[in-house]
């Protein structure tokens, strides 16, 4: 099992930033991808941005050039960073950890979602 914590959330201010953090326990070696994911209201989920153990990285369109997303190996500890905030990126923002378990087959885990708000 892996769990995952997540913090940083908040209201922030349209053009505003924020750091989220997203701290992993339990089985976390071998072979892996962590990502951030966000769900606006309505929406289906989807990726915002995802790095590997090798640390490369793929971005949502949406947010490349204004979000950062980096790993702590050594701190298990996953970053985001967001600036130029826009309303648009309001959603809960989910960590994930994904495990592969042998050819491309994988197992998800995710935290529990953090709430960002964008808005004057």
């Known amino acids: 099992q892996v769990q995952l914590v997540e913090s940083g959330g908040g209201l922030v201010q349209p053009g505003g930033s924020l750091r989220l953090s997203c701290a992993a326990s339990?089985?976390?070696?071998?072979?892996?991808?962590m990502g951030w994911y966000r769900q606006a209201p309505g929406a289906e989920r989807e990726l915002v941005a995802l790095?590997?153990?090798?640390?490369?990285?793929n971005y949502a369109d949406s947010v490349k050039g204004r979000f950062t997303i980096r790993r702590d190996g050594a701190k298990n500890a996953l970053y985001l960073e967001m600036n130029s905030l826009q309303p648009e990126d309001t959603a809960v923002y989910y960590c994930?950890?994904?495990?592969?378990?042998?050819?491309?087959?994988?197992?998800?885990?995710w935290g529990q979602g953090t709430q960002i708000t964008v808005s004057s």
């Open positions: 790095i590997t153990t090798t640390a490369s990285t």
């Open positions: 994930n950890f994904r495990k592969y378990v042998g050819g491309t087959n994988y197992r998800d885990y």
């Open positions: 339990g089985f976390i070696g071998g072979p892996s991808a």
